[in-house]
Every structure is written in C-alpha cells, then in structure tokens.
C-alpha cells in the first residue's frame, strides 16, 4: 500500500499536475516524444477522466492501457487495506476516489517517472489533491456558471513554489480569485498568451490549441525545472511540434473528440463525432462542425444530422 514517503518519492520523480483529457493526452506525447530523443523520462504514467472504452483506459504507462493483471493486483493492495465498515478515521472511498488510489499505487509499485494527473470535480477538497507536492499545476478555461466558485475551487490544486499556468479569463472577477489563490497557497500564476497559429499541428479547433498551449507551457516547465535541457534546447522545443508518429498517437488517445470517421458501409456518409458532456462542450462542437463545412468539408453538399 502507498504511503507518505512514497508520495515524497513520488514527487521527486518530478510528478505533475494537470486537468483535461487532451491536455494529459498531448503532455504525454511530448514525453514521449522527448524520450526517445534524450532516453528520459522513461516511465511516465497518466491519470485521466472518464474513461472511453473500460475503466482501465483512465490508467496508462507509455501510452498503453495499464494491464487486467496489474489493475487487478492495485486493486487488491488498496482494497485490503480498507476497513469493511468505515470508521471515523478510514471511509470506504467514493469510485472516483477509489480509481485514483488503484492509479497511485501502480505508479508507485512501477517507480513512475513521471505521472500526468487530472484533477477531479473536487478540486480544493478532491482526492487527487491528497499528493502533498507537484511540480507543475495547470488551470484549464472555466465555465460560464458559477465562475468565481470554480476559480476557487480549481486554484486548489496550486502548491507551494510550483510553477502554475492558466489561459488569461475573460473575466476580471475570475482572474483576481486565481491570482488570490495562488498568493495564498505561495505561488506565482502565469497567464499563457493564446496564438491564433497551430501550436503542435493535431489542433482541430480553437479550444485545442488553447489547451495544447497550456500544456506545453507546464512541459516546457518541468523540463526547465529540473535542469533537463538547456536555454537554446528549450527554445527549439518550444517552436517546435510533435513528430508524425506522436501525432497520430495524440489522435487515437483523443478519439470521440472532434473526431472524423468515414463510414465502413456507406462511403456516402462521413461521421463528425464529440464527446461533449456540457454547454461549452456542445457549443465547441457545433462551431468546429461548421468551421469544417467553411473550409471546403463536404458536410454542405449533403444531409446533416445532429445526434446527442
């Protein structure tokens, strides 16, 4: 079972925080990336939300899927050490709380690297935030409804004297929160400008190359922190983009986001698919389905349908 000093151990193997799905999926395409150029980091695992395919595909290593064996012998460690009846010092875990553990205690038991971390709803009081140390934090845009509650709450994850980085709000009121919460837990928040040029070349929308910003910047960070690449090897990784391979990887951890298929029947119809879970989400979608009937998409030239 995970203990505090193997949390401690955790964090010196430069362990980091971040939030979203593409976010995690590009980070760790660039490790990977990295690795294969310098020969480190080479164990770098991911902790991600929801799950697409089986619950296993929320915990991977080097891009694959943590195995049924190995979930199943986490599993084990973290359940055995629960009590059956919860007591006022040890609740039975809520699922959420209860994958993460599993996905820790992997990571641990592997001596990951790296670990690339999304955060749950919880933020301030989530489960994820149980690790003491990070080395880097990312704050991804937040929603229109209940603004300066969410920036609260999501300025949770910053600690002490770790790098952290957000997309500037729109708003002042969620920007001053940000800004207090990373005063109170003794940190400074960095405000990562938005380019309107692709950033990595996988971009398919602007919502994209927002993340994929934020999520170079937090690379490009940890590298910098822990000494691994010099001034002139920063420059060029941060004008650079992923390599072919890389790319398409990227592509098939992001499957079910903005997302094209060609259909295996009918070679008439051609499938625009996300996985939009929220208002933002959908208004995401619909604006990149018809920026990709602007840009010469045959989606003008037939029937469309739109399926929730």
Partial sequence: ????????????????????????CVCRSMFRQYSEQNGFPKIVGMYTSPHVQH???????????ISEEDFVSSFTDVWDKLPQIPTPELDT????????????????????????????HGREYDATNAVPHTAVSVITSISND?????????????????PAFAVLPPVDSVRKVLVERAAE????LDFVPVTEHAILGVE?????????????????????????????GLQKLSTSGLQPQ???????????RFQELEDQVDPHVRWFI???????????????????????TSVCEAQSQLLF
């Avoid at 079972?1 to 995690?24: F, G, I, V």
């Avoid at 619950?55 to 899927?65: A, G, K, T, Y």
């Avoid at 209940?146 to 770790?162: D, S, V, Y």
Wanted: glycine fraction near 6%; charge should be positive.
């Fill in 93 to 120: 875990p809520e699922i959420l709380a209860l994958l993460f553990l599993i996905a820790l205690n992997h990571f641990v038991k592997i001596k990951a690297d790296v670990v690339i971390c999304e955060a749950h």
């Fill in 146 to 162: 209940h603004e300066e509650l969410l920036a609260w709450h999501k300025g949770g994850i910053f600690k002490e004297n770790t």
């Fill in 274 to 296: 996300d996985g939009a879970h929220n208002e933002g989400g959908v208004d995401y979608g619909i604006r990149w389905y018809m920026e990709r009937a602007k840009n010469g």
């Fill in 204 to 232: 398919r929308t602007a919502a994209q190359r927002e993340n994929f910003i934020l999520a170079r910047a937090a690379f490009l960070a940890w590298l910098g922190r822990h000494g691994e690449v010099d001034n002139d």
């Fill in 246 to 256: 890389w790319s398409q990887k990227f592509r098939e951890l992001t499957a079910g």
């Fill in 1 to 24: 079972m995970t203990k505090d000093s193997d949390l401690k151990e955790l964090h010196r193997a430069r362990r980091r925080y971040q939030r979203k799905r593409e976010h995690l």
């Fill in 185 to 188: 837990k003794k940190t400074v």
């Fill in 55 to 65: 619950v296993r595909d929320r915990i991977r290593v080097n891009l694959d899927d």
